[in-house]
């Protein structure tokens, strides 16, 4: 191999480890909270562009972290199952209702489909704030249960009663979540997406069945947001119908739009910034929505192709002035 | 191998395509000619799942395919081109052509993400189909330039290279000539005989006469709809009904 094919796998060890170590370096619990935070916005972020990859955009995320969220914590305390064994399911529960809708929805198209999953997101607040006998309508579950510890003699004793478990917890998930993103979206299923993306005509006239696929992208990236439904119902102990729907739908995908839609990175850099900068300003929380419907339309105006296209775009500007000179 | 009957279709109270029979036989290379507004766009629709007839059939193959979705179609042997330029315009050209080998690559969600052995081959034999689809055609370009980027006439060639990928038995070509410039027309209109060579039947929908008359062993001009005349190239010119379709009927012009 040569060297250069080399830095890229090195660099990103190199981070695993430093992200790794860093709870040896940072153990104020409010740092940690916040990089569990981020690392959640993560998974919802990449996701919701991995939906966006066959050219539909989903505004209705919220609804499936909500959706994970209550399907978990009502697995584990009506069923007594495990955590470990609720948070898969509570994925598969999302992507089945995403199969399920997914139909019916991918006959609308841009807008349209964005419109209707949205409308599905407050559906999903409104039937768990009815249903009350399941959900505990709008006040909501409380006193869900801690992960179940995983202890191995000598090895490994995690019990999830500090923050730092929980931070190792989202690390490994984020991972596992980014891996399989990448890998399918690396696949010629993400070239069938991306093909579905530019034209959905021109990909069944090859043969392509662009419906199919594109409910397939949709419930995939539904079961991540399951996932991290899950794991937040587990992380606060309790959550109501309103915790999670419209606002974080619409606040994933800011995240989603101004680190960039063009790249795999791009809603990680968005995701890690949109959540670290609010944390900074912490006196001024309730002007977040405003905050954010600015940054948003700085970034549309401004910087289209969102925060990952800066350096290209800095670059080009400063050859520019050299070249006047 | 395609016969279409009583192929109808309405747009609101306006028949688009009135009672079409045609048939058309393996190796053939046939032409739809017409006046703007005849039709011709719509018939393509029809037998490629665009547009659902309101009445009539379609048959490829002694299997009837009418109303079938457009990818369902595909899949029987039937792939068309578009008349404005429909191409993958992020993709490069060779992934363009990559992208449209979906039917040779039977796809399998845990091969992708694990990258087997077997999906890796699999991906090394699309890319030799797709080099060599891409040498056929002449679009050897730059491996990294976005497709969008191509001058018109080489996106028109791309659309056909695109669809020959999708390895049809009959091409529908709608205008694969219009806009291109004279140099480029003499190309594609070898490109397609090169094709028809190789043993795909081509149906082709064109503008541009003398290129209709000088490809096609057979043509059929549609006119508001209806088949009006059909026959060898010599006999569609000297037809009355084709000259007045195109000329008018002379009360006016005198």
Known sequence: MSKRKLIKPLSYGALLVVLFLLPLFIAQPYVLHVLIMVGINIILASSLRFIATSGQISLGHGGMVSVGAFTSALLVMKLGLSFWASLPLAGVATMILALLVGYPFVRLKGIYFAMITLFLAEFIRLTAEQWKRLTGGVAGIIAIPRPNAVIIPGLLNVDFTSKVDFYYLVLVMVVVTLLILYAIESSRIGMTFFSIQQSEFLAESIGINSSSFRVLAFSIGCFFAGIAGAFYSHYFTAMSPSSFGFLLGINVFIYMVVGGMLRFYGPIIGAFILTVVPELAREVKEFEPFVFAGILLLIILFLPEGLISLPQRLNRIIKKRFSHA | ?254
């Not at chain 2, 039977?106 to 052995?117: P, Q, V, W």
């Not at chain 2, 999708?166 to 594609?188: F, I, K």
């Not at chain 2, 209109?189 to 000088?214: D, K, P, Q, Y």
């Not at chain 2, 088949?227 to 006016?252: F, R």
């Open chain 2, 1 to 254: 191998m395609l016969e279409i009957s009583g192929l109808t279709k309405y747009f609101g109270g306006l028949a688009a395509v009135n009672e079409l029979d045609l048939d058309i036989s393996p190796g053939e290379l046939v032409g739809l000619i017409g006046p703007n507004g005849a039709g011709k766009t719509t018939v393509f629709n029809l037998i490629t799942g665009f547009l659902r007839p309101t009445k009539g059939k379609v048959v490829f193959n002694g299997r009837d395919v009418t109303g079938q979705k457009p990818h369902f179609i595909a899949k029987t042997g039937i792939v068309r081109t578009f008349q404005a330029i429909t191409i993958f315009a992020n993709f490069s050209v060779l992934e363009n052509v990559i992208a449209a080998c979906y039917l040779q690559a039977k796809l399998n969600l845990g091969e992708a993400i694990l990258h087997t052995s077997s999906s890796r081959k699999k991906e090394e034999r699309v890319l030799d189909r797709a080099l060599e689809i891409v040498h056929f055609v002449g679009l050897d370009t730059p491996k990294d330039t976005p497709a969008r980027s191509l001058p018109h006439g080489y996106k028109k060639i791309l659309g056909i290279a695109i669809s020959m990928a999708a390895d049809p038995e009959l091409l529908l070509l709608d205008e694969p000539l219009s806009g291109m410039n004279a140099e480029e027309v003499n190309r594609a209109i070898a490109l397609i005989r090169r094709i028809w060579e190789r043993g795909t039947t081509i149906f082709l929908i064109e503008h541009n006469m003398r290129a209709a008359m000088n490809l096609c062993q057979r043509i059929i001009v549609l006119e508001t709809g209806r088949k009006i005349a059909e026959g060898s190239p010599e006999e569609v010119k000297a037809n009355k009904k084709v000259i007045q379709a195109y000329l008018g009927t002379g009360k006016h012009a005198t």
